[in-house]
């Protein structure tokens, strides 16, 4: 009882308007407090599981979403990715109680201090495709289409590192979102936006091969 009431910083007439006032019955707002104090312990321990199980459930999904990438099933791609948004909303919902109990129970946390930045992949970053037309003047088509067909091994070893490139950026922005716990609110927002716009890169880039390569 005395750790419980000694996490709560508060003074008895505190106390009083947050559970109720007793006026003289001490020994009621004594007891009233500390009941008041193991439930809201009891909910910073919900919400941290909840943190804790998303954590998990990110990582397991940043595995899952390598294996899925791998074999370009953008459809499970995108279900993984929808699964992870709900957890995500789950997560948030339940920080607006977290941070209020820690406020309460004196245990404020300084978000801005070590905020995390997600870092952007867009087309510029991917490697670039070869392109007979763009080495020079040619007599005719048949030269141009002969050095196309020269650069063809190197086309399609170019449309692989692209590919790549994109999946490996979508695992690495739900795994550092996943570290998090989504708990991060706005991290966690930036990251899976992230991953939807790297998802659409990727599907980009089997489009691009198809177009190429076949």
């Known amino acids: ?44 321990d919900t ?4 943190i804790n199980t998303a954590a998990a459930r990110g990582q397991t999904a940043a595995v899952r979403l390598r294996e899925l990438l791998a074999v370009e099933d953008a459809e499970r791609v995108n279900a993984e990715l929808g699964a992870l948004e709900e957890a995500a909303g789950d997560v948030r919902r339940a920080m607006a109680d977290f941070r209020l109990l820690s406020h309460v129970l004196g245990r404020d946390m300084n978000v801005e201090a070590g905020r995390r930045r997600v870092v952007h992949l867009t087309e510029s970053g991917l490697p670039p495709l070869p ?11 048949i030269a141009i289409a002969d050095r196309g067909a020269q650069l063809a091994p190197e086309l399609e070893r170019a449309h ?19 570290a998090t716990g989504f708990a991060d609110e706005r991290f966690a927002e930036d990251a899976m936006d992230e991953a939807r ?10 489009e691009e091969r198809r177009r190429d390569v076949g």
Do not use: N
């Open 1 to 44: 009882m005395e750790a419980l009431l000694a996490a709560v910083p508060m003074s008895a007439a505190e106390l009083g308007a947050a559970v109720g006032r007793f006026e003289s019955d001490m020994a009621g707002l004594l007891l009233a407090s500390v009941r008041t104090a193991e439930r809201a312990f009891a909910e910073l």
């Open 47 to 50: 919400c941290e599981a909840m």
């Open 131 to 141: 392109s007979a037309y763009r080495e020079g003047d040619f007599e005719d088509l």
């Open 160 to 178: 692989r590192e692209r590919i790549r490139t994109a999946s490996d950026h979508v695992v690495e922005v739900v795994r550092s979102a996943a």
């Open 197 to 206: 716009r790297a998802v659409r890169l990727w599907k980009q880039c089997l």
